[in-house]
C-alpha cells in the first residue's frame, strides 16, 4: 500500500542476525532513507542521521550502502518495486482485450497520481534528474 505510514521495525542484538533480522534491518533503512529523502530531500539527508533513524549502527548502513547515491537509488527501486506489485493484473486471464488493460491502468493511475507520497517522489526526482536522469526515467 503507498504510504500507508507503518515502518519496518528493527531492535538491535548482540551477534549476527538470521535472515529475518537482515530484511527487518534492510526495511527500516529504506524505510527511515525514504521518509528522511522526502522530508529533507537528497542534500540535506546525511547518511549518519539515516542510520540514527533506522536505529543501525553507521558500520551497518555503510556495509549496504556505501554511498549516499546507493541508498537513494535503492529507496527509488524499492518504491518502484512496490507500485508495480500494486499495477499488475490480478490474474493474467487469457482473452484480456487492449481496451481492458488501458482501462485498468487508467484507473490505477487516477488512483495513485493524486496521492501525497506519488506528488513528494515526483518533486524530489525533479530536484536531482541532473544528478540521476535514468531514475527520473524509471
Not at 50 to 65: C, D, E, F, G, I
Not at 72 to 90: N, T
Not at 95 to 101: D, M, P
Request: glycine share 4%; net charge positive; aromatic share 8%.
Amino acid at each position: 500500500m503507498i504510504g500507508n505510514g507503518i515502518h519496518a521495525v528493527y531492535v538491535p542484538r548482540r551477534g549476527r542476525p538470521d535472515a529475518r533480522q537482515m530484511a527487518a534491518i534492510d526495511q527500516a533503512i529504506l524505510s527511515a532513507a525514504r521518509a528522511l529523502f522526502l522530508k529533507e530531500g537528497y542534500d540535506a539527508t546525511a547518511m549518519e542521521v539515516v542510520a540514527t533513524a533506522a536505529n543501525v549502527s553507521k558500520a551497518t548502513l555503510y556495509a549496504r550502502y556505501s554511498a549516499k547515491d546507493q541508498l537513494f537509488r535503492a529507496v527509488i527501486m524499492d518504491r518502484i518495486d512496490q507500485w508495480s506489485r500494486l499495477a499488475e493484473w490480478p490474474e493474467p486471464a487469457a482473452g484480456q482485450t487492449l481496451q481492458e488493460r488501458l482501462l485498468h491502468y487508467g484507473m490505477l493511475m487516477a488512483r495513485t497520481l493524486p496521492h501525497p507520497e506519488v506528488h513528494a517522489f515526483q518533486r524530489l526526482l525533479l530536484s536531482v534528474q541532473a544528478r540521476f536522469p535514468d531514475l527520473s526515467l524509471a
